[in-house]
């Protein structure tokens, strides 16, 4: 039996209701309130999290394909870099060959 239902409540949490709750009844309070994408961004993560993990449970190693997106014929070298030295630094296996795409075109093969 699970201890929580929280992992199966995909909607809004509690602090957002009581945010709302608050807003309704206080409407005169100043309040910052949280960048939507923040979200977004923490539920990608603990997706990529999970899959690396059954990924080294399973004892292979992640292997990144270096693709990224040229915007305005810019060729992005350094953020290419970066995202090379990063995956080298956590023991992925990276691609030889940088694949650019721009904006409108066909993916890279």
């Avoid at 270096?66 to 350094?78: I, K, N, S």
Wanted: with cysteine.
């Amino acid at each position: 039996m699970r201890q929580s239902i929280t992992a199966l409540h995909k909607g809004r949490d509690w602090m957002d209701r009581e945010r709302d709750f608050q807003a309704r009844f206080h409407p005169g309070e100043i309040r910052v309130e949280m960048d939507p994408l923040v979200r977004l961004m923490n539920d990608r993560r603990d997706v990529l999290d999970r899959c690396l993990a059954r990924i080294e449970a399973a004892g292979r190693v992640p292997r990144v394909c270096l693709y990224l997106l040229a915007a305005r014929g810019c060729e992005p070298a350094h953020s290419c870099d970066a995202t090379r030295d990063y995956a080298l630094k956590e023991g992925w296996q990276t691609s030889t060959l940088r694949r650019w795409r721009t904006a409108g075109s066909a993916p890279a093969r």
